[in-house]
């Protein structure tokens, strides 16, 4: 008997139509042998603001796509656990927020998203960096401030980049504006794209939202606003910092849905419809995924002054959005416990491979200090007080988001 | 750091010899400390203030704002995370002893938190107010600049926010990267109607802190992160407080005179040993601790009696602090200068988040300057 996966590699040379077919009869082939091809979920009910109707609670998953699933947010929470360990070997310096426990965010809104669509988030970013298509290596040197980082080492935890990946910003609520911007961008060029434009708990209260949030609505601007409500803005409890915690609502004018961010498939659906929904010219959108950091804050943080071990151990029996949809995909046969071991076996050899390399990789030179100051330098040398050679201002390479 | 490590070496090609002397200066009440750039020299309480305790940096600040509570009813401590102590720890057991009511978290909005404060200060109340690191304090720019500075001058002296004091710590800390690093006074230096301090270990802290909340301004209390454990000595148990705008000559010398604050004083302390073991030189260190206003005379007065000067800070060259006091001492010292003011400075870049061995005024830098200005 084929096992699925081959018989999914094999139909994966076909012309659409033929595909098309080889799917139908793979799957008839997989249910009569008790393998299942789709599965449907029940997501929990999403919570609308300003909605007559929202996404639907009824999702479905192919077993590519589950598997595809499976694999980034595992691959997300393995990166965390290197930064985490690199961090403590005192390989990695400057800051370093850890995303474990919000994979599913992440995870959910990037398989919703189109190739015109893009994010920028803040801090907690090296999921989406690895997401977003830069390699896991390029996101570890970047944390080691290694030359293979996605940012030559130049910004280090908080500081990444790619392709409509507008990063990675380290003041908080700062990014909330500038993805408002990003997302007229796109309008006005007619390309058709949202900017998701994620924030947490604690950035919520940051009154340049407000501001960006206004705008938004007056000039219909397709950005859709995720605040990844982890139940902590820094060490302050979203209760204790914010008089409503009912963040899908806070932007008044602006519609809203709730969504359960440890399930990703529910992330997905309402990316999918916030996408819609923006694109059809009716502006912003706001979706509040509430979700939870196993992680304190950011390295300098244990995590367990404001909250109790209890709780985290709580949230990670009862609510982890890997083992959740892990449990999910077993259950209705889409995928078996051997083939998920496979995957993770594959991820724990590249994230390795990679956590190597970050460690052994060398430093950028000297004379990239000087580096990226400027666009077009009209001095030839950066103001300094050396007692070498002056440094000289230099372009390093050329700007990604003007390719 | 390998690379970094092979540079330096290169660059300097005295470096060990250098680093040989260096270690030879753990004297008696020298710390060497070979995790930092620099080596904490601590300072020596008057005895006027009466008993002392082994205190650092943090429990020094955390000292001030308790007696601040205790003495002042109209006193409150807020900020990012100050509840529980704040991620420094310098606000720990306050809400406890102090009641919620007057000890107590904002949510994440410096603007907020800043113009917060001169409402509570201009309505009477003392607010001491923390922005959790001095980079993420521009949201609240406008506040400090536009309200806080120029609220008694608009008002022709019918209101003020003089009980304000922001504190933030700032500076280099050997890993913080772009956002944990800047040093950002000579933005607030530009704005007259602000007070800025910029203590260089617990004693000062203490005492300038204490100064600080109880003076009738608005202040900016800059305080280098990289001293709250690091920097640890005898300070008053007791309420004292030191004066504003009024700089320490922390070492009396003749040939030179080296000016700084906050952790860079430390620096410029050795560099003022290195240099008279290796260029007999003998050079006169102040700490300026008031950025604003500054003491001039203090400056001036040093730089007629050694004819030369070199001014280091962490912060970029350009339009750094270190600026207004060289043109200064080109107006006052003219006629008395033997060599142009040297300035030592973090580049014209970014603060660099693997470079910054490179990037401060290291004692490196500083030696090598003393010995162009001394040779000029």
């Known amino acids: ?403 | 750091m390998a690379a970094s490590s092979k540079l330096m070496h290169k660059v300097f090609k005295d470096a060990s010899q250098f680093l040989k002397v260096g270690c030879r200066l753990q004297a008696q009440n020298v710390i060497c400390r070979h995790a930092s750039h620099f080596t904490y020299f601590k300072d020596e309480p008057l005895k006027e203030f009466g008993d002392t305790s082994k205190t650092n940096m943090f429990q020094a600040i955390n000292s001030a704002m308790d007696i601040a509570l205790d003495t002042d009813s109209s006193a409150v401590v807020f900020g990012e995370d100050v509840a529980f102590g704040g991620v420094f720890r310098c606000s720990m057991g306050l809400q406890e002893k102090h009641g919620k009511d007057r000890v107590f978290n904002s949510p994440l909005c410096e603007q907020g938190i800043v113009a917060f404060g001169i409402g509570l200060s201009v309505a009477g109340s003392t607010a001491i107010s923390e922005i959790q690191f001095a980079d993420y304090i521009f949201p609240a720019f406008d506040q400090i600049v536009n309200e806080a500075a120029k609220f008694r001058y608009r008002s022709g002296n019918l209101s003020n926010c003089g009980s304000l004091t922001i504190r933030a710590p700032c500076s280099a800390v050997g890993h913080g990267g772009l956002y944990h690093s800047q040093s950002p006074e000579a933005y607030f230096a530009h704005t007259p109607g602000l007070k800025i301090v910029i203590p260089r270990g617990p004693y000062k802290a203490k005492g300038l802190l204490l100064s600080c909340i109880r003076d009738k301004d608005p202040c900016l209390f800059f305080e280098p992160k990289i001293l709250y454990r690091t920097a640890e000595e005898e300070v008053p148990v007791n309420d004292y407080t030191l004066p504003l705008g009024k700089a320490d000559i922390v070492k009396a010398g003749s040939d030179i005179t080296l000016v700084g604050w906050g952790t860079q004083v430390h620096v410029l302390l050795e560099v003022a040993k290195l240099a008279e073991e290796q260029f007999n030189v003998s050079c006169e260190v102040i700490d300026i601790v008031s950025i604003l206003p500054w003491d001039k005379n203090t400056v001036c007065e040093s730089v007629k009696k050694t004819g030369r000067v070199m001014i280091a800070h962490e912060a970029p060259l350009t339009n750094g602090f270190g600026a207004e006091i060289a043109a200064t001492i080109q107006e006052e010292c003219f006629l008395y200068l033997e060599s142009p003011v040297k300035r030592v400075t973090g580049f014209d870049t970014p603060f660099p988040l693997i470079f910054e061995p490179f990037y401060i005024p290291s004692k490196w830098r500083c030696l090598q300057a003393v010995k162009e200005t001394v040779h000029y």
Not at chain 1, 251 to 262: N, Q, T
Not at chain 1, 312 to 331: A, G, L
Not at chain 1, 341 to 353: G, S
Not at chain 1, 365 to 386: F, H, K, Q, W
């Open chain 1, 1 to 403: 008997m084929f096992s699925s996966i081959q018989l999914t590699r094999n139909i994966a040379h076909l012309s659409p139509r033929t595909k098309k077919n080889g799917r139908l009869q793979l799957q008839k082939f997989l249910q009569s042998h008790g393998f299942a091809s789709e599965a449907s979920f029940e997501t929990k009910p999403y919570k609308l603001h300003k909605l007559e109707s929202g996404p639907s609670t009824h999702v479905s998953v192919t077993k590519e796509d589950a598997l595809v699933i499976y694999r980034q947010m595992n691959t997300i929470r393995r990166i965390e656990t290197a930064a985490g360990n690199l961090y403590k070997e005192k390989i990695v310096r400057g800051f370093c927020h850890l995303y474990s426990g919000q994979e599913a965010c992440a995870v959910g809104m990037r398989s919703a998203m189109r190739k015109q669509d893009s994010i920028i988030s803040a801090y907690r970013v090296h999921g989406w960096t690895y997401l977003m298509g830069v390699p896991v290596l390029g996101v570890l040197a970047e944390l080691t401030g290694r030359k293979s980082g996605c940012a030559r080492g130049k910004g280090g935890s908080m500081h990444m980049y790619c392709k409509n990946f507008y990063g990675g910003n380290g003041i908080v609520g700062a990014q909330g504006p500038l993805g408002t911007g990003v997302a007229f961008a796109s309008q006005y060029k007619e390309e058709g794209g949202v900017c998701f434009t994620l924030y947490g708990d604690g950035a919520a209260n940051q009154g340049q939202l407000f501001e960006a949030y206004n705008i938004a609505k007056l000039m219909n601007i397709p950005v859709i606003y995720v605040c990844e409500n982890n139940g902590y803005g820094m060490g302050t409890s979203a209760e204790r910092s914010s008089a409503s915690t009912n963040y899908y609502t806070r932007g008044d004018y602006i519609p809203g849905i709730w969504v359960d961010g440890m399930d990703v498939l529910a992330v997905r659906e309402a990316a999918k419809f916030a996408i819609e929904y923006a694109t059809s010219g009716k502006g912003p959108l706001i979706l509040e995924t509430v979700t939870y950091r196993y992680s304190g804050h950011s390295m300098s943080d244990p995590g367990t002054s404001y909250r109790t071990r209890d709780e985290v151990q709580v949230v990670r029996q009862t609510r982890d959005p890997i083992t959740s949809f892990k449990e999910k995909i077993i259950n209705t046969e889409l995928a078996t416990p051997d083939e998920l071991k496979a995957i993770d076996a594959e991820i724990k050899k590249e994230v390795d491979a990679a956590n190597k390399t970050a460690k052994e990789d060398t430093e950028i030179t000297m004379e990239e200090i000087a580096g990226d100051v400027y666009s077009n330098t009209l001095e030839p040398t950066i103001r300094n007080i050396t007692p070498w050679n002056p440094l000289t201002h230099k372009r390093v390479g050329p700007a990604l988001n003007l390719k």
